[in-house]
Structures are given as C-alpha cells and as structure tokens.
C-alpha cells in the first residue's frame, strides 16, 4: 500500500501540463486532546476520472511523535452511479514505551452513490449510497483479563445512506455504519493504535478517534442559498462501541464562497457521553481554491 501511494505521488507530480481544473485545500480540526492540518490536490484525469493526493498531520496529547498519514482519493462516474475508492497509509509511530511495539496501519475505503431521482431542470436529487471498507492496524490490543498483545488487526465497516434536496433550499442525509472485527471482538477493552476511525468509516463529528464502534447513525440537514453559494448545515451522530461509552455528537456549520474560485467550510462539533461523563469540543475550518 505504501509503494502504491508513493509511486501515484510521482505520477500526479508530472501531470502539470495538464489542462483541467485544480483544486487546492487546507483543513484544521482540533480539541483540548488533539489537533490536525490536512492539505490536498485533486483534479479531473478525464470527463469522468478524478484523482488526487492529501496529506495530514496529527498532533496528539497521548503519544509523544506526531501521527503522519496520506490518502489517495479516486472517483469514476457516469450518469446514474459515482464510484469513490480511497486508499491510506499511517507511517510508523514509535512506542516509547517498550512493552507496545510501533504502530501504523493501511486501509481502504469504498463507496458506490445511485441516483434514484434527478430532474436538472428544478435541481433536484435523491442519491443513495452504501460503502465497505477494511483496515488493518498494528498496535496493542488489550484485553479484558488484564492481558494485552502485540499484533496486527483487522476491521471492517459497512455504510448505507441516502441524501435528498427539497425545494432548491434545503438537503437533508441519513447514514449509518455497521462494524466487523474478523480477528475478534469478544473480550476485548480496546486497541493501542493511530488510525483515525472516521478513516473507516466518516460520520457526524469532526473527531479524531481510536474507539472500536459497534455502529453509529446519523443526520444533517442543509439550509442552501444557491445563488450566494453559501450553506449552513446541522448533524446528529449516536454511536455505541466496544472500548468506551455511547455517545452523542452534535455539528453545526456554514459554507460559504470568499471569491468565485474560492470556497470555506467552518464548523464546530460538541460530543458528549450518553451519561454526561465525558465531554469535549472541537473546531473545524477548511479552505479550498480552484484554478
């Protein structure tokens, strides 16, 4: 998985002849716990190819190194289905502590949209959309009898959603994922690694998250002005998992246009155990700029 990214880096690097439209974009999320930068390239091959790169950096108050991770976006589409495939990779992450060996982890995500409705004319639209992803991570896993693991594990999630526009003004997306652990879940308290689960599986947060979930379901719904190229949007997640409480996750947010070429996106996400015990905040901005 890594010579397959580094080696699409070289090739995305010698494509600056090409004539297509390219956007560039950085992002920042952060808490009292963590905070990351994110910066990604992406442009049209062909009428229906897109492909980039993104890189992100993570600074998180539990290890001591910084986490380093890539992404390789790739998106084929006709008229009734959009294909959306995203390899990863997490470089090593050393342990400073001798008993956890180092951590990284790869993956891949999937997702097939379907147009069920589309009138071009009114700007109207209902899409659905399912994903399976996997993952495999190597870290510790600890276990509920004390013991814990050096190992490698894999994960795998399942997505189903559907996203619909009403009258020119308003969107409104349902989604829900489901997880699988093919080396086990029984018994086991958590996992000692560093990829992100929203890698797995994106949902209603802006969070950056180790938790093994059982599943999570969620909603957004989109207030748009079209002609000001401006939204503000709000979403509920409830998630339960097998490492930690359930809880609840609230966003709220407003895109809007600062020039014709450029876009933002800034957001504020609040989560909260479903016994109140744990709480945290985190803010989100993203920049984007076509040319």
């Not at 308003?170 to 086991?188: K, L, W």
Request: net charge negative; hydrophobic share 40%; charged share 20%.
């Amino acid at each position: 998985m890594k010579k397959f990214i580094l080696g699409f880096v070289v090739v995305l690097s010698g494509l600056n002849g090409f004539s297509a439209p390219w956007e560039i974009s950085a992002a920042y999320r952060g808490s009292s716990k963590f905070y990351q930068a994110a910066a990604a390239i992406e442009t049209n091959l062909s009428l229906s190819f897109s492909t980039g790169i993104e890189a992100r950096f993570t600074d998180e108050k539990a290890l001591k190194d910084p986490i380093y991770s890539v992404y390789v976006p790739l998106q084929l589409e006709n008229e009734l289905l959009k294909a959306y495939v995203t390899p990863f990779y997490y470089f090593k992450n050393k342990s400073h502590q001798s008993e956890y060996q180092d951590a990284s982890a790869w993956g891949v995500t999937g997702r097939l949209l379907m147009t069920l409705q589309e009138d071009s004319v009114e700007e109207l639209y209902t899409h659905a959309y399912v994903g399976v992803s996997f993952a495999r991570q190597t870290g510790t896993l600890f276990l509920d009898n004390g013991t814990a693991s050096n190992q490698s594990y894999n994960q795998l999630a399942y997505t189903l959603g559907v996203h619909k526009n009403f009258f020119r003004s308003f969107s409104f997306e349902v989604t829900g994922n489901a997880y699988h652990y093919p080396d086990g879940i029984t018994g086991v308290e958590g996992f000692r690694g560093i990829m992100d689960q929203q890698d797995l599986a994106p949902s209603q947060t802006f969070d950056f998250s180790h938790d093994l979930g059982k599943y999570n379901v969620g909603a957004r719904l989109t207030r748009i002005w079209m002609e000001r190229q401006a939204s503000l949007y709000a979403g509920y997640r409830f998630a339960e998992f097998y490492s930690t409480e359930p809880e609840h996750s609230f966003v709220v947010g407003n895109t809007f246009s600062l020039t014709q070429a450029i876009r933002a996106d800034v957001g504020y996400n609040h989560i909260q155990s479903v016994h109140s015990r744990h709480k945290r905040d985190i803010l989100y901005a993203h920049l984007g700029w076509v040319f």
